[in-house]
């Protein structure tokens, strides 16, 4: 047996993605929903919202269509819906303003930076501008409670009640922090640009101010037009080299002070980027908070929910955070497979938004895993269904291919795993607003699938048959999509021996290089003992762009279980790699040939 706690915890300079609080395991889980092969409405309340240009006008080949898909469709928040609440972080000169301005031009948040809540309360002459202006001639900082009212003064205003709000650099100290808690005032996500000191350094320093305009330049970066202009340019006084790392100091003081109360909403942003790629990860990132928010807050329910959970709406499912427990409980509640949903959504995002066009998800949960005989085809298709809508949702055009018939007469078939699976898709409920043949189109897998209209490709679970390689298929197809995103789901690549004569028009080593030309955007399995699928004994997780995380199952005292991580990995790790971790070996030691984990060997 592996030891119950271990001696050290491995760790590198991986870049990790934001922890994900284990859920507890003392909150009883949903009695079980009904297989999804059976209830294949869609799941996300969001959906169901969704107001997209009018699909019943917008048809086939008409022109409006494709111009609704330039356009990108608008995503509006149900009447029911929350605000979205955000506030922003980062150090001098990370981009923040104008990833800000972004920001409230995307969303139409009310910007909310407490400089200017401080100028607008001295100026008007106000109870509470009096008092700041005070300690302000006093050459002193205005004290917490006096900037906290003036904040929780403009929440509380109608703008930022039904708009949402973005609040600029604030809170910056512990104290604040606490403060807006004690007030019940937490945003839905506490943005923070990621910038390397000297990058900030050389952005403060190569800084100079137009006095007449009152607009900033930079030496480098964004020089100023004119020679005349150049002439005048002056530098700030706060943008000396010796000031700005003074600065610097400060800033991540009160970041890592903060951090505690926010850091199971914090997302880190790579600010070192143009701002265009910046604000693509913010905005995928706060349009999924958007959607969350609307599913939260919705009335409507899938048709075929047990009447037992009708009324649930329970504060465990708003805190639903990190690995969920009871993953062997057959089936799966709809809270557990919504949140797989959820993860695998965001990561294909993030990896599309980067630019990636290669991308393969690879997920193993016991309703998606077909070596289990608890496996069902509905959670797969359901899978298949939101990641297809969401884009839709952004007016991209998405194709849904499943392979065809594979092979000739008496060896003509498919494989088990796919049975019925178009036939399944060509029926399913893809929402209210007839998106099914006008942004989602519903193909199989080969070269004359690619249309010049389509915008990305979502392949389901391709797999190569004895006898029969779905390589060659696939490889044509990705060469007629070129640069545009092609999203394998599950695919099954192992190379397999050839039968019935039938000649492959590339060799092994090719159709292996092929198959490994697809990057993961996200991973996900469960671990066992070799040989066996009970009891859990930890997960392996990847998430794009971040590397892989090694979790451990663990008792709790009260009878339930929870997710710890152990380790992290910048690449894949392998089985050796997995048993010394959990054993607390040191990395880098020669390798076994097997360990506990066995059955890993053939996977990895």
């Known amino acids: 047996m592996l030891p119950a706690s271990l001696s050290s915890l491995h760790s590198t300079n991986v870049r990790t993605s934001p922890y994900l609080s284990p859920l507890s395991s003392s909150s009883s889980l949903p009695s079980p929903s009904p297989s999804p092969s059976l209830s294949l409405a869609p799941s996300f309340s969001h959906l169901h919202h969704r107001r997209l240009v009018s699909f019943n006008t917008v048809r086939g080949n008409n022109p409006l269509a494709t111009k609704a898909q330039r356009r990108g469709l608008s995503v509006t928040c149900a009447s029911t819906c929350e605000p979205l609440k955000v506030m922003i972080s980062g150090a001098p000169a ?10 409230v ?14 100028r607008a ?45 973005l609040l600029d650099g604030y809170p910056r100290s512990f104290a604040q922090a606490q403060s807006l808690e004690n007030l019940k005032i937490r945003p839905d996500v506490y943005v923070v640009l990621d910038v390397p000191d000297e990058i900030l350094i050389d952005r403060c320093v190569g800084r100079r101010l137009d006095p007449e305009t009152g607009k900033i330049y930079h030496l480098t970066n964004f020089p100023p037009e004119t020679e005349e202009i150049k002439a005048r340019l002056v530098t ?18 009160n970041a890592k002070a903060i951090l505690s109360t926010y850091s199971n909403i914090t997302k880190k942003i790579d600010g070192n980027r143009p ?13 999924q908070a958007k959607r969350e928010k609307m599913k939260k ?83 797969l298709m359901e899978l298949v269904r939101v990641i297809a809508l969401s884009f839709a949702d952004d007016g991209k055009r998405v194709k849904v291919c499943v392979q065809g018939s594979m092979g000739e007469g008496a060896l003509a078939g498919m494989p088990l795993q796919l049975a019925g699976t178009r036939k399944i898709l060509e029926f399913m409920d893809w929402g209210d607003y007839g998106a ?49 995103p092609v999203i394998l789901i599950n695919p099954r690549l192992k190379d397999l021996p050839g039968s019935s004569g039938i000649m492959q028009t590339m060799g092994r080593d090719k159709r292996l290089e092929y198959a490994a030309s697809f990057e993961n955007c996200y991973f996900f399995r469960l671990l066992y003992y070799a040989g066996t699928q009970y009891p859990i004994m930890g997960a392996l997780r990847m998430t794009y762009p971040y590397g892989y995380e090694l979790y451990k199952r663990v008792d709790v005292p009260s009878g339930g279980e929870k997710y710890v991580i ?15 971790a959990f054993l607390g070996k040191p990395r880098n030691r020669e390798k076994k040939a097997s360990g506990f984990w066995g059955f890993l060997s053939s996977v990895f």
């Open 297 to 379: 807050t919705t009335a409507v329910k899938p048709v075929h929910e047990h009447k037992s959970r009708s009324n649930q709406a329970s504060s465990s499912q708003d805190n639903w955070k990190g690995i969920p427990t009871r993953l062997n409980n057959i089936p799966h509640s709809r809270e557990i497979r919504n949140y797989f949903y959820d993860d695998v959504l965001q990561a294909t995002q993030r990896a599309v938004n980067d630019g990636r066009t290669r991308l393969k998800v690879e997920i193993n949960i016991p309703e998606l895993n077909p070596e289990m005989d608890v496996y069902r085809i509905g959670t």
């Open 94 to 103: 990370s981009g923040k303003g104008t990833q800000c301005e972004l920001i």
């Open 105 to 118: 031009q995307k969303f139409g948040l009310v910007h909310i930076s407490t400089g200017d809540l401080l």
């Open 436 to 484: 099914k043949g006008t942004f989602v189109e519903i193909g199989s897998i080969g070269a004359n699938e690619v249309d010049e209209q389509d915008d990305m490709f979502i392949l389901v679970a391709p797999q190569n048959a004895v006898g029969n390689c779905i390589i060659d298929d696939m490889k044509a197809m990705t060469d007629a999509a070129g640069t545009r």
């Open 121 to 165: 309360e001295v100026s008007a002459g106000s109870e509470i501008g009096n008092k700041a202006k005070e300690f302000m001639n006093a050459g002193q900082l205005v004290p917490d409670e006096i900037v906290t009212a003036m904040v929780t003064a403009r929440l509380s205003h109608e703008d930022a009640k039904t708009k949402g709000w």
């Open 275 to 287: 701002k265009e790629m910046v604000f693509a990860d913010i905005e995928s990132l706060l349009s």
């Open 236 to 253: 700030r006084p706060d943008d000396t080299e010796e000031k700005v790392k003074s600065r610097l100091e400060i800033y991540k003081h």
């Open 566 to 580: 152990l380790s992290t990995f910048t690449e894949k790790p392998s089985s050796d790699d997995i048993n010394d």
